[in-house]
């Protein structure tokens, strides 16, 4: 894809049938990374009102990366910090796009999929992205918060038990609220085609 076939959007369309289709072109090694992504895609899909329903999926020669884009968008978490090593390495020519998920259609995953200038995209979230505020550290039988720089594990908790996951909260919850909003109006701009 050159800078011509970014700012262009795929409206309504099966997410996972454009997506393999573009692995199949571009991605020459670890494929198989892309199962992943499908089963992740799947999960967030069947999820009833879970509001971010957006990544980033990055295509590479070797292999994809998908990403949350609410967490693209707060510094310090793992998702920010892959799209800078990638960034940052340059070795990779590399394919990004914008997938939002809108509905489940039988077996297939409907939304939107918008294609990003992977240099420029970086260059903004490196500008735009918020702060970490906290981690919230979820267990079988509550929480705990720690600030971004303590270090945690993925032990069970003595008091909550199991260790379930954990989610970067940003500083302002309102501010990324609103930079998320833009990006989507952003996106809305883009031109509509038949295939990307």
Known sequence: MNKKETGKKLVDVSVLDVMKGIVDRHTKHFKSDFDYDIERIKKVALKEGQQEKCFIWLCRECG??????????????????????????????????????????????????????FEKYCKHVQEAAVPAGSIVLCYENGRRIKMPSEHFSASPDKEFGKFENFEFQPESEEGLRILLREERQDRQQFQEVSVI
């Open 64 to 117: 994809t990366w998908l990403l949350q884009e609410r967490d693209v968008f707060i510094r310090e978490t793992g998702d920010y910090n892959i799209l800078m090593y990638y960034e940052w390495q340059k070795a990779d020519k590399i394919l990004a796009f914008a997938a939002e998920i809108n509905a489940v259609n039988g077996s297939r995953v409907m939304g939107n999929i918008y294609s990003l200038d």
